[in-house]
């Protein structure tokens, strides 16, 4: 049975840092992309950075550029999430992704960041 397991989440003041972990279990970790999404509040979701199966290289959505490091275990199969410098934009619940291009595509049940004073 598939499962992607988030944590890490919860309530930080501005400036301050999330470390956000998923943990995967059931499939074959190492042979997906990894990815992370958000959703805020009335807004749609929307990916924030992805780390690729084979080369491990990463992207971000300009917003989270300087601030967030996404990195994979593929040993441990866990995907994670470094966020610094936050700020009340990035309220949203985040959740993991595995994707098989073509084929499987795999989510978490997210995990709730709030950023606030």
């Known amino acids: 049975q598939v499962h992607l397991v988030e944590s890490g989440g919860g309530l930080v003041q501005p400036g301050g840092s999330l470390r956000l972990s998923c943990a995967a279990s059931g499939f074959t970790f190492s042979r997906f992309v990894t990815r992370w999404y958000r959703q805020a509040p009335g807004k749609e979701r929307e990916l924030v950075a992805s780390v690729s199966s084979v080369s491990g290289a990463a992207l971000y959505v300009d917003s989270v550029k300087g601030r967030f490091t996404v990195s994979r275990d593929n040993a441990r199969q866990t995907l994670t999430l470094q966020m610094n410098a936050l700020k009340p934009e990035d309220t949203a619940v985040y959740y993991c992704?595995?994707?098989?291009?073509?084929?499987?595509?795999?989510w978490g049940q997210g995990t709730r960041v709030t950023v606030s004073s």
């Open positions: 992704n595995a994707f098989f291009p073509g084929g499987d595509d795999y």
